[in-house]
């Protein structure tokens, strides 16, 4: 890893902080070549404080560090990307990052899908909500037709019909999402049920 922490004439690069598992940007902060080797070193990202003029290790006032899983330098050799481990908030104000972003894992597509969900539910117009009106007959039901689309995405498997293997496929994923709601539970508990297996 090559960094020319003299490329801005102040022994500074640029740092930026993403959390390693959600891949939110927490913050930007700066190191010079010491805080570099102390944040290798320890393990817990250290910074150079433009404004104290000094190492400061993140989190060692609050508790608050961010442990060290992987650090990249970019292109040219003078911004270094941080993965970490969060403990607890990243920005002096308490929230999870300083760009006041809730820092939770992002499943794309799915997770706008769940918020759509929620939303739903939460309106309970079962006369215009499919949702809704599935929710209104309750939890049984949910489950009833999670068993009917696998059953439906097991036969579909057998035959040669891509587009309805496809499509049954997203009606058994649409409706674990309702079951799981059903539940009080998300798409990201599931994921974290897969990570533990996975160490």
Same mark, same amino acid.
């Given at each position: 890893?090559?960094?020319?922490?003299?490329?801005?004439?102040?022994?500074?690069?640029?740092?930026?902080?993403?959390?390693?598992?959600?891949?939110?940007?927490?913050?930007?902060?700066?190191?010079?070549? =010491?805080?570099?080797?102390?944040?290798?070193?320890?393990?817990? !990202?250290? &910074?150079?404080?433009?404004?104290?003029?000094?190492? /400061?290790? *993140?989190?060692?006032?609050?508790?608050?560090?961010? *442990?060290?899983?992987?650090?990249?330098?970019?292109?040219?050799?003078?911004?270094?990307?941080? *993965? !970490?481990?969060?403990?607890?908030?990243?920005? @002096?104000?308490?929230?999870?990052?300083? /760009?006041?972003? =809730?820092?939770?894992?992002?499943?794309? &597509?799915?997770?706008?899908?769940?918020?759509?969900?929620?939303?739903?539910?939460?309106?309970?117009?079962?006369?215009?909500?499919? !949702?809704?009106?599935?929710?209104? *007959?309750?939890?049984?039901?949910?489950?009833?037709?999670?068993?009917?689309?696998? !059953?439906?995405?097991?036969?579909?498997?057998?035959?040669?019909?891509?587009?309805?293997?496809?499509?049954?496929?997203?009606?058994?994923?649409? @409706?674990?999402?309702?079951?799981?709601?059903?539940?009080?539970?998300?798409?990201?508990?599931?994921?974290?049920?897969?990570?533990?297996?996975?160490?």
């Amino acid at each position: 890893m090559t960094i020319d922490f003299n490329k801005n004439g102040d022994g500074l690069v640029p740092v930026i902080v993403q959390d390693n598992t959600t891949k939110t940007v927490l913050m930007l902060g700066y190191m010079n070549e =010491e805080a570099f080797e102390k944040t290798k070193v320890s393990g817990l !990202v250290t &910074f150079f404080s433009r404004s104290k003029n000094r190492l /400061w290790t *993140k989190g060692e006032t609050s508790g608050n560090v961010l *442990k060290l899983i992987d650090m990249k330098v970019d292109c040219d050799g003078d911004t270094i990307l941080v *993965k !970490v481990q969060p403990n607890g908030p990243t920005c @002096h104000t308490g929230t999870d990052t300083c /760009w006041y972003e =809730e820092n939770k894992s992002d499943f794309g &597509f799915l997770s706008r899908l769940e918020e759509i969900i929620d939303s739903r539910v939460a309106e309970g117009n079962s006369q215009s909500s499919y !949702v809704a009106s599935l929710f209104a *007959k309750g939890i049984n039901k949910i489950a009833q037709k999670v068993g009917e689309e696998a !059953v439906e995405i097991v036969i579909e498997a057998k035959d040669n019909n891509d587009d309805l293997f496809l499509n049954e496929g997203a009606d058994l994923l649409f @409706h674990y999402l309702m079951l799981l709601k059903a539940k009080g539970f998300t798409l990201e508990d599931v994921v974290s049920v897969l990570e533990s297996r996975h160490q």
